[in-house]
């Protein structure tokens, strides 16, 4: 039976009720919805508007729906055209006219404003809970690896010798502002609209500040019209989902790269990697470039997302009801990819002499040689020409700085002496890059002492 079919002389179409109906997707959050309707019954008992034993009748029949469909028991009514119609006619089916009474002082556009709402606060707590196991993780392998030597890059190609906790730190820090993304976003949409009505409130005597309090929000929304066409805590949800894609995406395809036989900088494990149906040697990182891939899904729901609201005068249309199927996938695919990343990440292998090889190939220490001639009285500009000479002399020689003979320094430039050599050493080069958020390594341990000091605020769970 439909909540609104009094007005009507015959049935819909066929095709009509199936386009319309939302029962298929919107079930996922019938917890939500009989959470909000406890809430609202309850105040509904305690503003007089319904009797003592209605409102505890409506309230256990509703404890009781919600038990059956965790445990099955109750299966859902494919003929219902939504979660709300189906819940309540259950309720009233079992407790008889109380239940008629449940949809006082609502609408429907209030009722599934708040779902959504409720929704939307459970799994923003959830990704920020997987964000924060994932900043356990990168945590734990900087601790590590403070001392492991590797080439930073840019453009791909070898620029100077950082470690790979400084690597990882970049990382640390785009999930880092992740999490406190979640968290910004739950606190301005931490308020109820249920009462708002269809648009313009109702003459009920409702208590909204209580109904708000049951449900543990900062307190009632503020315009009843806003209320039910306000999605901005959805695009708000997606956009820092995509957010998220585009770091997890950009670390996968480092994974990637590191993972060729060119670099051989890590082994995944084999639980994460997969062969080949014909190449017997395969060892494929599937996992990171599906993470990758699926990246795209989530901006696709940002986008969908913004075009859907885009053109909606205010107040309710039913175009909102698109918000639903787009979000729940990109939820899905977040959480899933957070999980998968970290176990991931978790039981890589690094493979740090591979690393530190590589680091002393490529020159990296040449921005160090000519800062060698700068603290020899050679200005900045005249030291870099004379770098760029001398990486040409090695390039004819086929070797390094390093291996260079201090008569070609000479033969450049005179202001060269033997201690040049340790100067350009690996690990020279990153002990004394200590200032803030340098790689050095009184630099990163006051990063690592920061971070540890977020995960403990933010309640991580870390073994130190």
């Given at each position: 039976?439909?909540?609104?079919?009094?007005?009507?002389?015959?049935?819909?179409?066929?095709?009509?009720?199936?386009?319309?109906?939302?029962?298929?997707?919107?079930?996922?959050?019938?917890?939500?919805?009989?959470?909000?309707?406890?809430?609202?019954?309850?105040?509904?008992?305690?503003?007089?508007?319904?009797?003592?034993?209605?409102?505890?009748?409506?309230?256990?029949?509703?404890?009781?729906?919600?038990?059956?469909?965790?445990?099955?028991?109750?299966?859902?009514?494919?003929?219902?055209?939504?979660?709300?119609?189906?819940?309540?006619?259950?309720?009233?089916?079992?407790?008889?006219?109380?239940?008629?009474?449940?949809?006082?002082?609502?609408?429907?556009?209030?009722?599934?404003?708040?779902?959504?709402?409720?929704?939307?606060?459970?799994?923003?707590?959830?990704?920020?809970?997987?964000?924060?196991?994932?900043?356990?993780?990168?945590?734990?392998?900087m601790k590590a690896h403070i001392n492991t030597i590797m080439p930073g890059f840019t453009h791909l190609q070898k620029a100077q010798?950082?470690?790979?906790?400084?690597?990882?730190?970049?990382?640390?820090?785009?999930?880092?502002?992740?999490?406190?993304?979640?968290?910004?976003?739950?606190?301005?949409?931490?308020?109820?609209?249920?009462?708002?009505?269809?648009?313009?409130?109702?003459?009920?005597?409702?208590?909204?500040?209580?109904?708000?309090?049951?449900?543990?929000?900062?307190?009632?929304?503020?315009?009843?019209?806003?209320?039910?066409?306000?999605?901005?805590?959805?695009?708000?949800?997606?956009?820092?989902?995509?957010?998220?894609?585009?770091?997890?995406?950009?670390?996968?395809?480092?994974?990637?790269?590191?993972?060729?036989?060119?670099?051989?900088?890590?082994?995944?494990?084999?639980?994460?990697?997969?062969?080949?149906?014909?190449?017997?040697?395969?060892k494929n990182p599937d996992i990171a470039e599906l993470i990758r891939g699926k990246t795209g899904r989530v901006y696709g729901a940002?986008?969908?997302?913004?075009?859907?609201?885009?053109?909606?005068?205010?107040?309710?249309?039913?175009?909102?009801?698109?918000?639903?199927?787009?979000?729940?996938?990109?939820?899905?695919?977040?959480?899933?990819?957070?999980?998968?990343?970290?176990?991931?990440?978790?039981?890589?292998?690094?493979?740090?002499?591979?690393?530190?090889?590589?680091?002393?190939?490529?020159?990296?220490n040449a921005t160090d040689a000519a800062d060698y001639l700068v603290k020899h009285g050679v200005p900045f500009r005249d030291a870099?020409?004379?770098?760029?000479?001398?990486?040409?002399?090695?390039?004819?020689?086929?070797?390094?700085?390093?291996?260079?003979?201090?008569?070609?320094?000479?033969?450049?430039?005179?202001?060269?002496?033997?201690?040049?050599?340790?100067?350009?050493?690996?690990?020279?080069?990153?002990?004394?890059?200590?200032?803030?958020?340098?790689?050095?390594?009184?630099?990163?341990?006051?990063?690592?002492?920061?971070?540890?000091?977020?995960?403990?605020?933010?309640?991580?769970?870390?073994?130190?």
């Amino acid at each position: 039976m439909k909540l609104w079919g009094g007005r009507f002389t015959k049935e819909e179409n066929t095709l009509v009720n199936e386009f319309n109906a939302s029962l298929r997707f919107d079930r996922r959050f019938y917890s939500q919805d009989i959470r909000g309707s406890i809430a609202h019954a309850t105040m509904l008992g305690r503003q007089g508007i319904l009797t003592d034993d209605e409102c505890r009748a409506v309230c256990e029949g509703l404890r009781r729906i919600r038990e059956e469909l965790d445990t099955g028991v109750l299966q859902f009514d494919e003929d219902a055209e939504d979660i709300h119609s189906f819940v309540e006619a259950t309720l009233t089916e079992r407790i008889g006219d109380a239940g008629k009474k449940l949809h006082t002082g609502r609408s429907r556009n209030d009722q599934v404003a708040l779902d959504m709402r409720l929704y939307i606060r459970d799994e923003l707590d959830e990704t920020r809970n997987r964000v924060i196991a994932l900043l356990g993780t990168i945590h734990r392998l900087m601790k590590a690896h403070i001392n492991t030597i590797m080439p930073g890059f840019t453009h791909l190609q070898k620029a100077q010798p950082v470690t790979l906790a400084h690597h990882l730190g970049a990382y640390m820090e785009m999930f880092k502002r992740d999490c406190n993304r979640l968290a910004d976003i739950r606190a301005r949409m931490n308020y109820c609209p249920l009462g708002a009505g269809a648009l313009a409130g109702t003459t009920y005597n409702l208590d909204r500040a209580f109904t708000a309090k049951l449900l543990g929000f900062d307190g009632p929304t503020a315009n009843s019209m806003d209320s039910v066409s306000d999605r901005d805590y959805v695009i708000e949800y997606l956009d820092a989902c995509a957010l998220i894609m585009m770091h997890l995406s950009r670390f996968c395809e480092e994974y990637i790269i590191w993972n060729t036989d060119e670099y051989r900088f890590i082994s995944v494990d084999d639980a994460y990697s997969t062969g080949s149906s014909i190449m017997p040697q395969k060892k494929n990182p599937d996992i990171a470039e599906l993470i990758r891939g699926k990246t795209g899904r989530v901006y696709g729901a940002l986008t969908s997302m913004l075009t859907t609201m885009k053109g909606l005068p205010l107040a309710y249309n039913k175009d909102m009801q698109e918000d639903k199927e787009l979000t729940f996938d990109a939820v899905d695919t977040v959480k899933g990819c957070l999980t998968l990343f970290n176990n991931m990440l978790a039981t890589t292998k690094f493979r740090t002499e591979i690393m530190e090889k590589s680091a002393a190939g490529g020159f990296t220490n040449a921005t160090d040689a000519a800062d060698y001639l700068v603290k020899h009285g050679v200005p900045f500009r005249d030291a870099h020409g004379i770098i760029g000479q001398l990486v040409l002399a090695c390039e004819s020689k086929g070797c390094a700085l390093d291996t260079l003979p201090l008569s070609d320094y000479k033969a450049i430039c005179p202001a060269f002496e033997e201690d040049i050599y340790e100067a350009i050493s690996l690990a020279v080069c990153v002990s004394k890059r200590n200032t803030t958020g340098a790689p050095g390594p009184s630099a990163m341990e006051e990063e690592i002492a920061a971070d540890e000091a977020f995960l403990a605020s933010v309640g991580a769970n870390v073994r130190y």
